[in-house]
C-alpha cells in the first residue's frame, strides 16, 4: 500500500511546490467531547486529535501504520504550543493503530507514543532547517507495536509525508510553523471552545477539490468520535450524507437498458434488410439473410447432435464468415459458445473444453487431439448443414441462458471459464450500439483472437446495428495492420488495446489515424496518458474512449472519454459506470471508502457473470451478495486497487494482490513503477520481484526516452541504450510506448502464443550505467541516474536491485503485459561464434543489429532469445523490405535462427 495519499498528479522529480489550504471547523459541543475523552483516559486533546488524524490516513490509504511529524514538546509544557523552532527537528510518531479495537484503545497507545518519543528526544543542539518531502527526520521513529490492520511491522526509516501541529489558542502565520510534506493538519482552540483547523497542502500533488474533501471528512470523523469513542477507527464513519449522496449517484450507470437477446436483435436486422452486407472474411462475405440462413442450418444440424438450452459448444476456427455462421448458429441451438484460438496448444484447448463441459466441438479441419466429444466440421459436413431447414429451430435464446464461455487465465496456472448469460451480453451490446456503431455506417472490424472477450462488441454489436463486420485474416501480420484498416475502413468504431494503439501510431499518419473511425475504443489494459493524449489530438474531441471491465462483468463495466490535455505522466482514469452497472469502492470489510481513498473495486449489475463453470469455491470467492443492491443481487470482486476522484471518475491504482514482501516489508511493485516513470529518461516501466538465492528481488525493467539523433537526456542515460534510428518502424524510445505486440497470430507455425513472445534478454552492465553494445542493459542499483533518481523517491528497501532497458514491454496474446516473458538480467555475450556468411545472413544480422541493439548476432542465433518479440518482428520486416528483402511474419515464426530464416529468404527469392 502507498505510504502517502493517493495524489492528484504525478509527483514531480523534485520538491519545492507551493502550499495552500482548507479550512474548517468543529463546534464547541463536539469540541467538549473530544476535551473530556482526552481527560478521561490521562491525554491531552492534541493526542485525540492525532489520533483521529492517523485514523484518516489510514482509511484513505489502507496502512495503519503511517509515521507522522509533530513539534517537538519542549520541557514542562504538557500541551503544545509551538514555535517556529519547535519544528525544526520534529518528532516522527509512528502511529501503528489497531483498526479494530475502541478508538479509546487506540488513543491510549497514541498517549503513551507521544509521551516516550517525547522524553527520549533531547533538543536539537543547532537549529535545523524545516523537514523536506522524502527527509530523514533526526529523531529516531517510535512505533505503538504490531496491529491487526494493515499494519504488520512495516518501517520506514523516518521519513514522513503528514505532519501535525496543535495549538492552544489562536496564532499568528501558524500555517508557516508546518515542515513541507504532502499534508499537514494544523488546529487551535479558541476561546470559546472551537476547534478551527486547516489542511495545508502541496499544490503540486493535490487539487484544492480533493483537500475540501478531506477537511470534511476529518471534521466529520471528530464528531462521530465524539458521539461514540468506542467505535474502532476501521469502523468510524468518514463520509459526510452529502458525499455518500453523491457517491451513490456517481455509481450507478445511467442510460437505457437492453434486454432484447443480441441473436434475436440480428434476426430483426436480416427480416429487415436481408440483402445488406453483413460479414466480409477471407472465406466468404455473406448478407444479412445468407448469414442468418446459414446459421439457421447450423442450429438445426447441432440440435441433431443433442445441443439444447443451456449446453455448452466449442469453436474452433480462424477468423472468417465461417466463424460468425458458427457462433450464430450455436446460439439459434438454444446453447453457448465457447470460443477456442486455433493458436493454442490442442491438450489446453482440450482442457478448457471439458471444464466448461462441452460435449460437441465446431470446427473447420483443426480438433483437438484429447478431444473425444462429437465433432461438427462445417466443410466436411456442408451437404448435410445444407439439408437442414433455413428458418430458426425453437425455443429462442433467453435472457438468463448462457451467452459463451471466455476462458482467462488463472492464478494457479488453470485458466477459469466465465460464464456470460444473455442479458448481460444484451446490456452492452445496446450500449455499444448506441453510442458506438451509431458513430458511422462502417461497422466494425475483428483483428484479434475471438477467445478475448474484448472482441465480443466488435463482432456483434455492427450486426445488431444493420452494419458489416470486416474480419483479418489469421496468416496476415500485425506489421500491416494500419494499411489493412485504412484499406477497409472507414469503420463506425474499433476496439482495441493499448498495444494495438502504439503499434498503430507508427503506421499511421495523424490524418489516417483520424479518418479511420468515427470513435476508438481502447481497453485490456490500462492507457498511458501520453498515449492517450497523442491520440485524443490525432481524432479529437471525445473520439477516444478509455473502457474498463474484467471478463466476470461482460465486457466492459466503466468507461472514461479521453480529452485531448490528458497529463501524459498519468495513467487515464477508467471512469463512470455503463448503463445497467454499478461501481463501488470498498474497503477490506466492504464499506464504502471516502472520495480521494484507496479501495478495492466491484461491481454490480446486469452485467455480472454467472460465476466460473465447474469451479463454486472460487465463484463464491469473487461474486459475493450485494450489500447495497436489492435481494440476490451480486458483486463481482475484481481484486483492483481504484479511488474515485473528485469528479465522480474512478481512477485505476494497481492490482491488491501484486503486493511482495522485501525483507518484511510490504511493496507495491505499481507504486515503484509509477516512480521510475515520472523520470524524465522513461517513458514506460514494469516492476517484478525475482527470487535469486532465496531472496526477493525487484527488478524495473522500462522503456528509454529517445529522441531521434540522441541517446538519451541530456546526454547520459544511465544505462539507456542508443537510438536506433534508420529502422523503418522503430518505436524505440517513444513517449508512452507500450509496445509488445498484442493481438492473434494463429496459424503461424511455431507460435505458442498470440504475442509470438518467448522471452526479452537482457544484459549486465556496472554501476556506472555503461550499457555497451546491448539493447538490454541492466544498471546496478547503486550506481545508476535510475537508482539515484529512485533514490531521491522510495525508501531503501523500495529500489530496485537491477534495472533492464528494452525495446518494448513485451504482451501476451490479450495485448497485457506478460510478465512470464520479462527476462532475468543476463551478463553480455564477450565471445562470437558461427558470424554470418552468406549475403542473406549479414544482411539480416545487420537489420536484428540494429532493432535489437546489439553489436554482434550470429548465424546461430534466435531473433526472440536475443529479445526480439512481435513489435520488432514488425521493425525487422519493416527493414528487410526497404532493402528488397520479401520477409514476412510467417517466416519468422517458421524459423529459429538468423541462418534458417536467410534460407527461407533466398529460397522464395531464388529464380525458378
Known amino acids: 500500500m502507498p505510504d502517502t495519499l ?44 492525532l489520533t483521529a488524524y492517523a485514523t484518516l490516513l489510514a482509511r484513505h490509504t489502507r496502512r495503519w501504520d503511517l509515521p507522522v511529524a509533530v513539534p517537538r514538546r519542549r520541557p514542562g509544557h504538557p500541551e503544545p504550543t509551538p514555535t517556529a523552532a519547535d519544528f525544526t527537528d520534529p518528532v516522527v510518531l509512528r502511529c501503528a493503530l489497531r483498526a479494530r479495537d475502541p478508538f479509546t484503545e487506540a488513543l491510549a497507545a497514541v498517549r503513551d507514543l507521544c509521551r516516550t518519543a517525547h522524553a527520549q528526544t533531547p533538543p536539537a543542539p543547532h537549529p535545523a532547517p524545516p523537514a523536506e518531502k522524502h527527509t530523514t527526520a533526526t529523531t529516531a521513529t517510535t512505533g505503538t507495536g504490531a496491529s491487526d490492520g494493515d499494519g504488520d511491522g512495516d518501517g520506514d526509516g523516518g521519513q514522513y509525508h503528514f505532519a501535525f501541529v496543535f495549538h492552544q489558542q489562536e496564532t499568528a502565520a501558524e500555517a508557516a510553523l508546518a515542515p513541507r510534506t504532502d499534508l499537514t493538519l494544523v488546529m487551535h482552540r479558541t476561546a470559546d471552545s472551537t476547534l478551527h483547523g486547516a489542511f495545508v497542502y502541496d499544490t503540486a500533488l493535490f487539487t484544492p477539490a480533493t483537500v475540501r474533501f478531506l477537511a470534511a471528512q476529518f471534521r466529520h470523523l471528530l464528531e462521530a468520535v465524539a458521539a461514540d469513542p468506542g467505535t474502532a477507527p476501521a469502523a468510524l464513519p468518514l463520509t459526510p450524507r452529502a458525499e455518500a449522496q453523491l457517491v451513490d449517484a456517481w455509481s450507478a450507470g445511467q442510460g437505457p437498458v437492453n434486454e432484447l437477446p443480441v441473436p434475436d436483435m440480428i434476426g430483426q436486422q436480416a427480416a429487415r434488410q436481408p440483402g445488406t452486407l453483413a460479414v466480409t472474411g ?54 453457448g459458445y465457447v470460443p477456442l484460438d486455433p493458436a493454442l496448444p490442442p491438450q489446453r484447448a482440450a482442457g478448457m473444453l471439458a471444464d466448461a463441459g462441452a460435449r460437441v466441438l465446431v470446427t473447420r479441419g483443426g480438433t483437438p487431439h484429447a478431444f473425444d466429444g462429437t465433432v461438427v466440421d462445417v466443410e466436411h459436413d456442408a451437404a448435410a448443414i445444407a439439408a437442414h431447414p433455413p428458418t430458426p429451430p425453437h425455443p429462442a435464446a433467453g435472457p438468463d441462458r448462457t451467452a459463451y464461455v471466455v476462458f482467462t487465465s488463472g492464478s494457479t496456472g488453470r485458466p477459469k471459464g466465465v460464464l456470460v448469460t444473455h442479458r448481460g451480453l444484451a446490456n452492452h451490446v445496446g450500449w455499444a450500439v448506441r453510442e458506438l456503431a451509431a458513430r458511422g455506417t462502417g461497422g466494425g472490424a475483428v483483428f484479434s483472437s475471438v477467445a478475448f472477450d474484448l472482441v465480443v462488441p466488435n463482432l456483434w454489436a455492427p450486426l445488431c446495428a444493420g452494419q458489416r463486420v470486416v474480419l483479418r485474416g489469421p496468416d496476415t501480420g500485425l506489421d500491416e495492420l494500419g494499411g489493412w484498416l485504412v484499406e477497409h475502413g472507414p469503420f463506425s468504431f474499433l476496439k482495441l488495446t493499448p498495444g494495438h494503439l502504439e503499434i498503430l501510431s507508427h503506421q499511421l499518419t495523424p490524418q489516417q489515424a483520424g479518418d479511420l473511425a468515427g470513435v476508438v475504443v481502447v481497453a485490456g489494459e490500462a492507457l498511458p496518458g501520453t498515449l492517450a493524449a497523442r491520440w485524443a489530438n490525432w481524432l479529437g474531441e471525445g473520439r477516444l474512449i478509455n473502457e ?40 477490506e470489510h466492504m464499506r464504502p471508502v471516502p472520495v480521494g481513498g484507496l479501495g478495492e473495486l466491484f461491481v454490480g449489475g446486469t452485467g455480472v457473470a454467472r460465476g466460473y463453470v465447474g ?70 516501466a514494469v516492476i517484478t520481484p525475482r527470487e535469486e538465492n532465496g531472496e526477493t528481488q525487484l527488478i524495473a525493467y522500462y522503456i528509454p526516452a529517445t529522441t531521434p539523433g540522441t541517446t538519451g537526456a541530456s546526454g547520459n542515460t544511465a544505462g539507456t541504450p542508443g537510438n536506433t534510428a534508420g529502422v523503418p518502424g522503430n518505436t524505440a524510445g517513444v513517449p508512452g510506448n507500450t509496445a ?54 522510495l525508501p531503501e528497501y523500495m529500489l530496485p536491485a537491477a534495472y533492464v532497458a528494452l525495446e518494448a514491454i513485451p504482451l501476451n496474446a490479450n495485448g497485457k503485459v506478460d510478465r512470464k516473458a520479462l527476462p532475468a538480467p543476463t551478463a553480455p555475450r564477450d565471445t562470437v561464434q558461427d558470424a554470418p556468411a552468406t549475403p542473406t545472413e549479414q544482411r539480416l544480422a545487420q537489420i536484428w543489429s540494429r532493432v535489437l541493439g546489439r553489436e554482434q548476432v550470429n548465424r546461430t542465433d534466435s531473433f526472440f532469445a536475443l529479445g526480439g518479440h512481435s513489435i520488432l518482428v514488425v521493425q525487422v520486416i519493416a527493414a528487410a523490405r526497404a532493402e528488397g528483402l520479401p520477409l514476412s511474419v510467417v517466416m519468422h515464426y517458421k524459423t529459429r535462427n538468423l541462418a534458417e530464416l536467410a534460407a527461407t529468404l533466398d529460397a522464395a527469392t531464388a529464380t525458378p
Not at 498528479?9 to 495552500?20: F, K, L
Open 6 to 49: 493517493i495524489t492528484d498528479r504525478p509527483r514531480p522529480a523534485s520538491p519545492g511546490g507551493h502550499s495552500s489550504a482548507a479550512d474548517f471547523t468543529v463546534p464547541p459541543g463536539p469540541t467538549a467531547a473530544l476535551t473530556g475523552l482526552a481527560l478521561d483516559h490521562g491525554a491531552t486533546l492534541d493526542d485525540t486529535l
Open 740 to 793: 509488445g505486440t498484442p493481438g492473434n497470430t494463429a496459424g503461424v507455425p511455431g507460435s505458442t502464443s498470440a504475442s509470438g513472445t518467448t522471452g526479452v534478454s537482457g544484459s549486465t552492465a556496472g554501476a556506472s550505467g555503461s550499457t555497451g553494445a546491448s539493447g538490454s542493459s541492466t544498471v546496478g542499483a547503486s550506481g545508476g541516474e535510475l537508482a539515484a533518481y529512485l533514490a531521491e523517491l
Open 615 to 684: 469451479r463454486p469455491e472460487l465463484t463464491a470467492q469473487r461474486f459475493l451478495p450485494d450489500p447495497y443492491g436489492p435481494p440476490g443481487s451480486r458483486l463481482y470482486r475484481t481484486g483492483d486497487m481504484v479511488r474515485w476522484n473528485t469528479e465522480g471518475t474512478v481512477e485505476f491504482l494497481g492490482r491488491a494482490d501484486d503486493q511482495v514482501k522485501i525483507r518484511g516489508y510490504r511493496v507495491e511493485p505499481a507504486e515503484i513503477a509509477a516512480a521510475l516513470t515520472s523520470c524524465p529518461l522513461v517513458t514506460e
Open 548 to 587: 474498463y471491465g474484467p471478463t466476470e462483468t461482460t465486457v466492459g463495466a466503466t468507461v472514461h472519454p479521453v480529452p485531448p490535455d490528458t497529463p501524459a505522466g498519468q495513467v487515464v482514469p477508467i471512469g463512470r459506470p455503463l448503463p445497467g452497472m454499478r461501481v463501488h469502492v470498498l474497503d
Open 282 to 335: 477471407t472465406d466468404a462475405s455473406l448478407t444479412y439473410g445468407e448469414l442468418d440462413e446459414h446459421a439457421n442450418r447450423l442450429a438445426h444440424h447441432l440440435r441433431a447432435t443433442g445441443v439444447g438450452p443451456q449446453s455448452v459448444v466449442g469453436v474452433l476456427m480462424d477468423r472468417s464468415a465461417a466463424l460468425m455462421v458458427s457462433l450464430l448458429a450455436v446460439w439459434r441451438a438454444g446453447a
